[in-house]
């Protein structure tokens, strides 16, 4: 059933009896056209781009667990194209065009809202670097400002302005950044790639790559063998783990990162703000909550919880800022398992192997990538081609040295 | 609901009467009274309104899984939303106010959504808001944040303290209860270090809520008597008021202590709260249960209340919550509040048991006090507005009766507490037998889980739990349980009432109906997670302490599956939610980092200088003098101090690294690109540095002080990376070679002297000491002066002839006051910059990570003869494209125009579009000498393009100015003035 404020009205007379699932839980067939592992954000953006917009409906998604129950379920719900590097700008901010469009395409409220994210900077250096980085922003036609400590006051005015260790002196504002419903998300575009055909099979753990010489032609899972000739990873959190099954070594590193909700109060904080000083930033759900974040825990790991010192590094971030909530309390914090690339970039791209397609390395920025991601990963899966705005997402841009390392550390991912 | 305060017991302390207020009423409870038990003493039921229908709502529990009141806490910048009515302790003068209702907690117009609840299900806002796209932001989410939201935050920075401090125990025992006591018991006995933590003010647990017997004495006077012993156990800690939220990696356990939250406001120098970080051998989660409700219509009003709530609330706080109460109930439990009730006077309507086969014990005393027993029977409904006026009841035979009470007490069976066995990713284990949860076998490392929580119900069990547990974490055998009275807990599970009227709650704060479950089945939501995200049942403060398991039944019987196969959601820490402040502890405001300042601080302030933050560094940024009208006046006066005669700017922040052994020499060539086994003795170097990956990482000089002594300075911002870094390549990547490094930075004071008087200058100063003029350009000497062991090294960042000269950190300050008496103008980070620009050196905006040597005009120092650290990665294509952009200089074409560092290049007339872009301006400064501004930029094809025109577009700032590229070395290219 259509959603629409008229379906609503008459569920509401008739008990909501009239709901359907909003996506098919499928039982896999033996073959499909193309397979994406992985029924995340990712997965099924790419799976609702193949199906809707590239026309190839026999596609299947397998997700070993409940769909979204990776870091499609574990973010801070930030959305944004305030990059700086050409290779990164052009494809988050096709990410964020499709946002803005993204539930009159999907009929699926994901309660995309352009609060706006102001980064802070606190230092003569970091002000000509948010100037280099707006107006990269600006030459790529995407909406920046940079606000005097005046003009951040006005907006944030809760900020600790008068007595911190690390004056606030501006911020970069990118206005059209904002936040989504992340969960919704998931359930919009599986339900969008459901209604076209797609297979969403879940509890389908992939246990191993059906290979034909060098090609990929099928995986082996708990649920039996699937084949097809395209086979495309979208599992960012264990790419690493997935790509080995294939005998694949790629250049990332798995990290925790934690994420914070704090107890629903009245609004606080308008949009997103991040401290230029400290690992902090927040913002603040429709439901009330904080949502915040900062560093990741630092050391390789899968599993998907973090620590205490974390915890306290982020609250002192946080009290250091904006020392008004300091009797509000964390209401819950978890933790995700974050692909660490070499340069702190996405990589979208074939792999080495024939029929097998990469989509890894989100760092800690995928989900705001989600649609711009599912595109540009359809698009190479349908057309063989990158597509314009991803192509310098490419996995051999380490070794040939055409890095996008937007933060300048290097190779150590657990910098970026 | 009209509660009232019983005559006598309790543990309460009636010569201690204590005033509090809640919604500006005036009220009066005792010593040991939560707001909660004083609040229902004083006939108080009404104490909130929900999330979502802003439904009318009292206290439902005792502790801290309460759902319902929730209330702000004190006032003004202390104003604490969402705090738990049930855990606060109160004190004199307490002021409490209900929230989320507008405009009165008795008239809340928000209470229309319940009549819109057919539109207001769960997720109905996926369903709409889509149109018009545009009124998303502009109207209807406003609208959304407005209405939700539970309390008001404060609004204004936190006044309290907080503090955080780490405890080391062999013994860590979770909960002191009566598992818990004995636990701690048997683990003190045997001299182990012990804790026993409790969240409560009042140890005991249930035993102060029961009337139970040990050892023939009343349960919660033998808690009395344990707590007496343990607190006489030379290694025993009792912490109550403190919750062991989290369990970590590496046996860490996180507490919370609320040192100062029974109190109006903290003592002087006391912390509000403090953060526990508990390493523990072992650990006892003797967590107990929690008692869960049961679904059906109209459960939630004000007056519908935990059957073992009510006990505590009668035997603890000797409070009565209602006159007239009915007991609803699935097993034995509910008739321990009976008993209670009729001990306490109170009167009881009914007794309604949804079991048919009722013991005959049971029996008896209802016929015994000419109770109404309706065996087979549930409750339907409920009537009332604010408050319970009556329930309906289906008895065996189908038929409805009416009974008119004021209480309803339901006992709906115990959920075992398995929060804390879940925090490492341990899956709890369905007990069909107790119909609830209990932890797993994959129990974080350590920890063993006793009585209540192990799914052991019966008091007899809970203690023998704790003494076993307890004994077998310390290796001892565990001392004899004492008897113990009658106590038996069972329970038929019944998941949801059918054929109610009115709405069945299963998440009392989020409003989650069974009928929003049934809804979410319908959509596909059926993973327990995906049911949790679609109706946010269990998201609520209380983390579904209540309700999360009457929900993932309601789903499993919906779905045809069994409850194991359904599961259960996980626990996230913490436990209960835990201030944010807490968190930070006393890491805020200028405390936020530690302050790092050099040894010649104090003179420089004593100067009037204002400083800068660099890092954790606090530099002199420049020197302001009376009648200088701004920053530049002073640093225009400072540059032309030192091209024209002599300045001293403290440069103790550079990091200093010593370097020594056999192999200091193999591990300089390692690090740096360039050669450094050749430098002789006494001299200095300038290096440069890459990473791994072949990008710049950083720059500065070394000087070599004797055949296997050398001393690195780095950049500030880099001491510490650089200092990791070569610790990593003599411990990781050469651990075979004798060499050692050590930090040296806050060992010395180091300033730089410039000027073409500086040698001079620093004559003057040594004397007889030191000659001066021997030093040659990149000299470096290490000397006696007097008491002082002093570092000269001939450098120059500013393009003069120029010295640094380092001294021990205690003579810092009085050699740059010297250094100044004899003629020298301070100079900070300011003037330091523009000379740096105008001779064309790289600094932080250039070496920002994403530059190659080249880039910076530094290529040809790779060295061809050696390996370093980055020469294989730099030679990858991306590195070495000549495209690239290189180092530039520039100068406004308009001499008048400012430069600033941010601006992209555009060739003049081309389109600002990105695919024009053609590199960027890194920093910029006033050149004093040319008597217009200067910058530093890295432009494609940069080093061939000198004289060329082009545009720096800053959309951001100052619009576009046209620029001529240009050396960037603005002044004395030849570098004569370094000898001058």
């Known amino acids: ?416 | 609901m009209s509660g009232y305060r019983l005559p006598g017991g309790g543990a309460i302390d009636r010569t201690r009467p204590l005033g509090f207020s809640f919604d500006g009423r005036p009220f009066q409870g005792y010593a040991g009274d939560t707001l909660a038990s004083a609040l229902l003493a004083e006939g108080v039921g009404l104490v909130a309104r929900s999330f979502k229908y802003h439904r009318p709502r009292g206290v439902v529990t005792a502790g801290s899984e309460e759902p319902n009141a929730l209330v702000e806490l004190r006032t003004g910048a202390r104003r604490e939303p969402n705090t738990k009515a049930t855990t606060v302790e109160i004190y004199d003068g307490l002021k409490a106010a209900s929230q989320n209702r507008w405009p009165s907690l008795g008239f809340d117009v928000g209470a229309v959504n319940s009549l819109l609840s057919p539109v207001f299900v769960a997720g109905f806002y996926y369903k709409t808001f889509m149109w018009p796209a545009a009124f998303w932001e502009k109207v209807y989410e406003p609208a959304i944040r407005k209405a939700a939201g539970l309390g008001r935050g404060a609004g204004l920075p936190d006044p309290d303290l907080y503090e955080k401090a780490n405890a080391f125990c062999d013994v860590l025992v979770i909960g002191g209860g009566p598992a818990g006591l004995a636990a701690a018991l048997a683990a003190g006995r045997s001299g182990a270090r012990t804790i026993l933590a409790d969240e409560d003010f009042l140890f005991g647990g249930r035993l102060n809520a029961e009337r139970l017997e040990i050892a023939e004495k009343a349960g919660a006077d033998w808690a009395a008597e344990a707590v007496a012993e343990l607190a006489s156990l030379p290694h025993v800690t009792l912490m109550p008021r403190t919750t062991v939220f989290g369990v970590y990696d590496g046996e860490t356990y996180a507490a919370l202590e609320r040192v100062a939250d029974h109190l109006a406001v903290p003592p002087p120098h006391q912390p509000r709260q403090r953060l526990w970080r508990i390493q523990a051998r072992q650990s006892v989660l003797a967590a107990g249960a929690i008692e869960r409700p049961l679904v059906f219509g109209g459960n939630d009003r004000p007056g519908v209340m935990s059957a073992a709530a009510v006990r505590a609330y009668l035997n603890r706080f000797a409070v009565a919550p209602g006159r007239r109460a009915a007991v609803f109930t699935t097993g034995d439990d509910g008739w321990k509040t009976v008993a209670d009730l009729i001990e306490a006077g109170v009167e009881i309507a009914a007794v309604i048991d949804a079991r048919t086969g009722i013991a005959h014990d049971h029996e008896a005393l209802a016929a015994a006090h000419d109770i109404r027993l309706f065996a087979g029977a549930v409750v339907t409904g409920t009537r009332g507005g604010r408050a319970l006026h009556a329930v309906q009841i289906r008895d065996a035979g189908g038929g409805t009766r009416t009974i008119a009470c004021d209480l309803l007490a339901v006992a709906g069976g115990w959920n075992p507490n398995v929060a804390l066995s879940t925090h490492l990713g341990g899956k709890p284990e369905w007990r069909a037998d107790i119909a609830g949860f209990v932890p797993g076998p994959a129990l974080p490392p350590g920890m063993a889980v006793a009585g209540a929580c192990a799914g052991r119900m019966n008091l007899g069990d809970c203690l023998a739990d704790g003494f076993r547990l307890g004994a077998a974490a310390t290796g001892t055998t565990p001392p004899e349980a004492p008897e113990t009275g009658p106590d038996a807990t069972t329970a038929t599970p019944l998941w949801r009432i059918a054929g109610t009227r009115g709405k069945c709650f299963v998440d009392f704060q989020h409003d989650v109906t069974d009928r929003d479950v049934a809804l979410a089945a319908r959509e596909g939501f059926r993973s327990v997670e995906h049911l949790k995200r679609y109706t946010t049942l269990g998201m609520a403060t209380d983390q579904g302490k209540t309700a999360n398991l009457n929900g993932h039944a309601l789903m499993a019987a919906l779905t045809g599956r069994g409850i194991a196969e359904t599961g259960t959601t996980r626990f996230r820490p913490p436990y209960v939610p835990v201030a944010i402040g807490a968190l930070a502890g006393p890491h805020r405001g200028p405390d936020f980092k530690p302050t790092r300042l050099t040894a010649a601080h104090g003179f420089s302030a004593e100067m009037g200088a204002v400083f800068t933050e660099a890092g954790q560094w606090l530099r002199p940024q420049y020197y302001p003098r009376p009648g200088e009208s701004d920053w530049l006046e002073s640093v225009t006066r400072e540059v032309k101090a030192v091209r024209g005669d002599v300045g001293i700017c403290d440069v103790s922040t550079l990091g200093r690294i010593e370097i020594q052994g056999p192999d200091a020499r193999h591990l300089l060539d390692l690090a740096y690109c360039n050669m450094f086994s050749t430098l002789a003795v006494g001299r200095a170097r300038y290096g440069v540095m890459l990473r791994e990956d072949g990008f710049v990482m950083d720059d500065g000089t070394t000087a070599r002080l004797g055949p296997e002594h050398f001393v690195m300075s780095t950049t500030t911002a880099n001491a510490a990376r650089v200092m990791q870094h070569l610790d990593f390549l003599r411990q990781v990547l050469r651990p075979e070679w004798d060499v050692q490094c050590a930090s040296a930075t806050e060992h010395w004071a180091m300033f730089a002297v410039a000027g073409p008087r500086s040698r001079a200058l620093l004559q003057d100063l040594l004397g007889d000491a030191f000659d001066v003029a021997g030093l040659p350009h990149m000299g470096a000497a290490e000397f006696r002066w007097g008491r002082a062991r002093v570092r000269l090294f001939r450098l120059s960042f500013s393009g003069e002839r120029a010295y640094e000269i380092a001294v021990p950190a205690r003579f810092g300050q009085a050699l740059m006051r010297r250094i100044c008496d004899l003629g020298a103008t301070p100079y900070g980070t300011e003037a330091l910059g523009v000379m740096r620009i105008e001779k064309g050196h790289v600094s932080g905006p250039e070496l920002n990570g994403q530059t190659t040597a080249a880039d910076l005009g530094l290529g040809r120092m790779m060295s061809k003869k050696k390996d370093f650290i980055g020469r294989v990665l730099a030679g990858r294509p991306g590195l070495c494209d000549p495209a690239r952009p290189a180092l530039v200089g520039l100068k406004p074409v308009d001499r008048g125009r400012r430069l600033r560092g941010g601006g992209h290049f555009l060739r003049p007339g081309a389109a600002p579009v990105i695919a024009n872009a053609e590199g960027h301006v890194t920093s910029a400064a006033y050149s004093p000498g040319l008597g217009h501004w200067i910058a530093l930029g890295l432009l494609a094809h940069g080093p061939s393009r000198h004289g060329e025109t082009m545009l720096v577009h800053d959309p951001l700032r100052d619009g576009d100015t046209l620029v001529e590229i240009c050396d960037p070395v603005f002044l004395d290219p030849e570098g004569s003035r370094l000898h001058a």
């Open chain 1, 1 to 416: 059933m259509r959603r629409s404020i008229f379906s609503l009205a008459l569920n509401a007379l008739t008990g909501h009896r009239l709901w359907r699932p909003t996506w098919r839980d499928a039982v896999p067939k033996p073959e499909y056209d193309v397979i994406i592992i992985g029924g995340g954000g990712h997965g099924l953006a790419t799976a609702h781009y193949l199906a809707n917009v590239f026309g190839i409906q026999r596609v299947a998604v397998l997700e070993k667990s409940w769909i979204g129950s990776g870091n499609a379920g574990r973010n801070t719900t930030i959305i944004r194209s305030n990059y700086l590097l050409p290779g990164n700008n052009a494809f988050y901010e096709l990410s964020m065009k499709l946002w803005e469009g993204l539930e009159q395409e999907l009929n699926y409220n994901a309660m995309v809202s352009q609060r706006g994210i102001v980064n802070l900077y606190h230092s003569d250096a970091q002000r000509d670097a948010y100037a280099r980085r707006g107006n990269s922003m600006r030459l790529h036609g995407v909406d920046a400002e940079l606000l005097d400590r005046d003009q951040v006051r006005a907006m944030v005015p809760f900020l600790d302005f008068d007595n911190a260790r690390f004056p606030v002196k501006g911020g970069l504002l990118q206005r059209r950044a904002g936040t989504a419903r992340h969960d919704a998300v998931v359930w919009g575009y599986a339900a969008a790639a459901s209604r076209r055909g797609v297979d969403i099979v879940q509890n389908c753990e992939v246990t191993g790559f059906i290979r034909n010489g060098d090609a990929v032609v099928g995986v082996e899972t708990t649920r039996g063998s699937i084949r097809a000739p395209k086979i495309a990873m979208a599992v960012a959190g264990n790419s690493s783990r997935v790509a080995a099954l294939a005998g694949l070594r790629l250049p990332i590193e798995s990290h925790v990162l934690q994420a914070f909700v704090s107890e629903a109060v009245k609004p606080l904080i308008p949009g997103v703000v991040t401290f230029g000083a400290g690992h902090f930033y927040v913002s603040q759900s429709d439901k009330g909550g904080l949502v915040f974040g900062g560093d990741i825990d630092g050391y390789n790991s899968y599993a998907q919880r973090g620590n205490l010192p974390v915890v306290e590094d982020v609250a002192e971030g946080g009290m250091a800022l904006m020392p008004m909530i300091g009797r509000i309390r964390l209401l819950r914090s978890w933790g995700g398992i974050m692909d660490m690339s070499m340069d702190g970039s996405p990589i979208i791209d074939r792999s080495p192997l024939p029929g097998l397609y990469l989509n890894a390395g989100w760092c800690y920025g995928g989900f705001k990538a989600i649609p711009g991601s599912g595109f540009c990963f359809a698009h190479l899966i349908a057309k063989g081609e990158p597509h314009p705005t991803a192509a310098a997402l490419r996995l051999d841009r380490f070794e040939r040295g055409y890095l996008l390392d937007e933060k300048g550390q290097g190779a150590q991912p657990n910098l970026h």
